[in-house]
T-cell receptor, first 118, second 112 residues
Framework: GAVVSQHPSRVICKSGTSVKIECRSL??????MFWYRQFPKQSLMLMAT?????????EQGVEKDKFLINHASLTLSTLTVTSAHPEDSSFYIC??????????????FGDGTRLSIL | DQQVKQNSPSLSVQEGRISILNCDYT??????FLWYKKYPAEGPTFLIS?????DKNEDGRFTVFLNKSAKHLSLHIVPSQPGDSAVYFC???????????FGTGTRLLVSP
């Protein structure tokens, strides 16, 4: 089955640090990847849609200068949390679905990154 | 505005019995629905999906039912197993848009 790898799985760093999270599709190409955030006991909230070769599309309320997304290839998207603060502490998850002419393909998720800002 | 809702935050079922997880949605544009299973500190795992042109889809122990007129879908797990214990999310999307809208999740506990 389709595999999405996310790295690192856990990050603990000081306030003001920038943190980069990688999301890779291991056995398929993905023109589009998605970044979600999950706060404790809450649902997954879409932050942005990462488009290969073009700018990401951010959901309302998500600061694009705070959460930088780069989708440089068909198998890699990165999310950089710039100048992270304690309120950015959360569980970040990426997803992707294989390129296909089928209108619907289930998204496959990485295992997430637990970000803790001290 | 919560477009996808799972009104039961938790459900307890005995092993071997049926688990029924429910999900309601408000956006009539949604035409593709999915169920994901999630363990703590892991990403969601895809379980089963259904297109709005169908009212039922079955895959092994998992069956999803869709009632478009009621804007309601449910996931049936039969028979339930202790390994099914996890948080279950329903999600929805509409044609041309891959992004998913997730429900709030239901924690299922299957006891031996």
């Amino acid at each position: 089955g389709a595999v999405v790898s996310q790295h690192p799985s856990r990050v603990i760093c000081k306030s003001g640090t920038s943190v980069k999270i990688e999301c890779r599709s291991l056995d398929f190409q993905a023109t589009t990847m998605f970044w979600y955030r999950q706060f404790p006991k809450q649902s997954l909230m879409l932050m942005a849609t990462s488009n290969e070769g073009s700018k990401a599309t951010y959901e309302q309320g998500v600061e694009k200068d705070k959460f930088l997304i780069n989708h440089a290839s068909l198998t890699l998207s990165t999310l950089t949390v710039t100048s992270a603060h304690p309120e950015d502490s959360s569980f970040y998850i990426c997803s992707a679905s294989p390129r296909s002419r089928a209108s619907n393909q289930p998204q496959h998720f990485g295992d997430g990154t637990r970000l803790s800002i001290l | 505005d919560q477009q996808v809702k799972q009104n039961s935050p938790s459900l307890s079922v005995q092993e071997g019995r049926i688990s029924i997880l429910n999900c309601d949605y408000t956006n009539s544009m949604f035409d593709y629905f999915l169920w994901y299973k999630k363990y703590p500190a892991e990403g969601p795992t895809f379980l089963i999906s259904i297109s709005s042109i169908k009212d039922k889809n079955e895959d092994g122990r998992f069956t999803v039912f869709l009632n478009k007129s009621a804007k309601h879908l449910s996931l049936h797990i039969v028979p339930s197993q202790p390994g099914d214990s996890a948080v279950y999310f329903c999600a929805a999307s509409y044609t041309g848009f891959q992004k998913l809208v997730f429900g709030t999740g239901t924690r299922l506990l299957v006891s031996p």
